[in-house]
């Protein structure tokens, strides 16, 4: 009777042993996790810490970059204008001297048709 009460705590004693050890290992594997989310966490809260000063300084760039846009759109505008009024100054340019030469062809040919009446 004894034996059999011996070998039951031993039985017990043995289950009691696992179930520790196995809890021991459980708080291991609980203790690197919370280790690696307290981990994530901090660069996590560094990164966004820091996000509001770089949102800022990106919206400040963004800002002056798209005034640097007018600007450019601008002068971008002017050149076209000016683009434009020496297409149209050339196109004058080339019929004045188109009649002009025309004209004084003519002039020519009336001048010297008349030197010939008076020969």
């Not at 040919?109 to 020969?119: D, T």
């Given at each position: 009777m004894v034996t059999v009460v011996v070998v039951c705590n031993v039985l017990i004693a043995a289950g009691c042993w696992y179930v520790a050890w196995r809890m021991w290992r459980l708080r291991q594997a609980l203790s690197r996790a919370a280790e690696a989310l307290i981990s994530a966490e901090r660069s996590t809260r560094w990164v966004l810490h820091q996000a509001p000063l770089v949102i800022g300084q990106q919206q400040q760039d963004t800002h002056?970059?798209?005034?640097?846009?007018?600007?450019v759109e601008?002068?971008?505008?002017?050149?076209?204008?000016?683009?434009?009024?020496?297409g149209l100054s050339q196109l004058v340019w080339r019929r004045w001297r188109r009649y002009s030469s025309r004209?004084?062809?003519?002039l020519t040919?009336?001048?010297?048709?008349?030197?010939?009446?008076?020969?």
């Open positions: 002056h970059l798209r005034w640097q846009y007018r600007q601008r002068r971008l505008r002017h050149v076209q204008r000016l683009m434009t009024l020496l004209a004084s062809h003519e040919a009336r001048y010297s048709a008349n030197s010939r009446r008076l020969v």
